[in-house]
């Protein structure tokens, strides 16, 4: 009994409120590009968490395309040229 207890007290601190849940969303809702643009407000939160995710997908992909740019470039200057120690500095 205790032990079903302590599982229905941990559970209900764990959960999150209805009214937080709004929060969240409207929170991505405004970092999302695609939908911080329109001009309407009516976006449900399963589209927001759609767009989220399509938008950290992009992100992603984004982030590998710089990746491959700066190797090839790295790879056209000499390793202890100026311009090698000035990308050096500015990635880490």
Not at 44 to 65: F, G, P, W
Not at 83 to 89: F, K, M, N, T
């Amino acid at each position: 009994m205790s032990s079903r207890r302590s599982r229905q007290s941990s559970a209900s601190v764990s959960r999150i409120s209805d009214d937080q849940i709004i929060e969240l969303v409207s929170k991505l809702r405004q970092l999302l590009p695609e939908i911080r643009n329109r001009r309407s407000d009516k976006v449900s939160a399963s589209k927001v968490l759609q767009e989220t995710c399509n938008y950290i997908r992009s992100l992603h992909r984004e982030v590998d395309d710089l990746s491959e740019r700066l190797s090839r470039l790295l790879a056209t200057i000499d390793a202890d040229s100026a311009e090698a120690a000035i990308i050096r500095s500015l990635i880490m």
